[in-house]
């Protein structure tokens, strides 16, 4: 194994997930896409390409990738949209959704009428627990609520786009529907599609995919005329490969031993500390801190960052030895939100990035390195 940190995606284990979500846009009538702000690494698709028609964007950025990468344009939805930026992102948009009606009527005519126009609503209704994630929690800046709509939309409105869910499952779905549908089918007879967004973990293994699609097939039969799209992020890239690090030093203060890493949760896994989440650490179990187990006695280590900021570390894992420097620590399942939102802070380069093909060999996409962090300084 390299000795520098490094991302690796597995084509095995991405095809299988591509697969079930091919299978599941067959059986179920939909069209499912991809969520750049999940899973954006434009070497990977040549390989979903295989599988997926479109892609889902929310930046100029993100619209070009899908134009100029994907080779498609873009179902594009952003909170709000700049004058600058606006005529661009049409360029590379097959359909394009407004956050408010303020945006729709400040902007709608400068979309060509090769582009579908749809509306972001909110039905008011997530189960989402965390804040952070969830995009109906009151106050939201999300979307347009039933009572601001019109009785008739305007003519050139042909889709809603709704997103409520975060790695959620199909009961869920099933019973945030319930909730769409109470509050905006009045006005389904004027669309010709409709986006349930992201957050659908049809990957997950314990996910019930004959379920959603039985869901969806009844969606299609209550509003036979709509299309049905999903753009989940995490689902394509879930499970698909780890993020391996190396302890570059241990220190221990009051008794809590720290394995301090060559990687940064703050600027490589974010979302740990944002959400937060402990990730699965292979050959080590998590131990919460309330557990009265000897740290001398039981290899208990934080694993700590190699940034600044004083929060950088998560822990506690219990591991079977003593750790070493040199020693790899794999966080597993390190593919999704995470080469799309790394960071530069302190300097710290982002991990390299491989795809471990079907074959056993190892590519290397891409390495970081000073120039990198420069240039974001231009």
């Known amino acids: 194994m390299r000795h520098t940190p490094i991302y690796i995606i597995e084509e095995q284990r991405l095809r299988r997930n591509l697969s079930l979500i091919a299978s599941v846009a067959r059986e179920a009538d939909v069209e499912i896409i991809l969520a750049f702000k999940a899973f954006a690494l434009w070497k990977t698709f040549p390989i979903f390409r295989e599988y997926i028609r479109s892609t889902t964007a929310s930046s100029l950025s993100e619209a070009r990738l899908a134009l100029e990468e994907f080779g498609h344009r873009a179902h594009t939805y952003s909170p709000a949209y700049t004058d600058d930026e606006f005529d661009d992102i049409v360029r590379c948009s097959s359909h394009l959704t407004f956050n408010s009606l303020t945006q729709y009527n400040r902007l709608h005519q400068r979309v060509g009428e090769d582009v579908s126009i749809g509306l972001r609503v909110n039905p008011e209704y997530s189960e989402v627990g965390t804040l952070l994630y969830n995009p109906c929690a009151p106050g939201t800046r999300f979307g347009v609520t039933a009572d601001k709509l019109p ?112 990687v940064s949760f703050t600027c490589h896994m974010p ?44 822990g506690r894992w219990q591991f079977d030895h003593e750790l070493q420097v040199g020693e790899e620590i794999i966080f597993e399942d390190m593919i999704h939100y995470t080469t799309v939102k790394t960071n530069t802070f302190n300097g710290i380069s982002h991990p390299a990035i491989g795809l471990l093909h079907e074959d056993g060999n190892l590519e290397i996409l891409r390495e970081f390195g000073y120039e990198d962090y420069r240039n974001r300084m231009d």
């Open 271 to 314: 979302d740990c500390l944002e959400m937060p989440y402990w990730p699965e650490v292979r050959g080590a179990i998590t131990v919460e801190e309330t557990s009265h187990l000897s740290p001398l006695t039981s290899y208990l280590y934080r694993l700590g960052g190699n940034s600044c900021l004083s929060g950088d570390f998560m």
């Open 151 to 262: 009785e008739t939309l305007p003519t050139d409105i042909d889709g809603f786009h709704c997103h409520c869910h975060c790695e959620s499952g199909p009961d869920v779905l099933e019973r945030t529907l319930a909730k769409i549908e109470e509050k905006f089918s009045k006005w389904f007879p004027q669309l010709k599609w409709l986006n349930l967004g992201g957050g659908h973990l049809m990957t997950r293994s314990d996910y019930d995919t004959s379920h959603l699609i039985n869901i969806l097939k009844g969606l299609h039969s209550r509003y036979p005329w709509l299309k049905i799209i999903m753009e989940p992020g995490s689902a394509f890239a879930w499970q698909t490969g780890p993020l391996v690090s190396h302890v570059v030093d241990v220190v221990e203060d009051h008794g809590i031993k720290t394995a301090i890493l060559d």
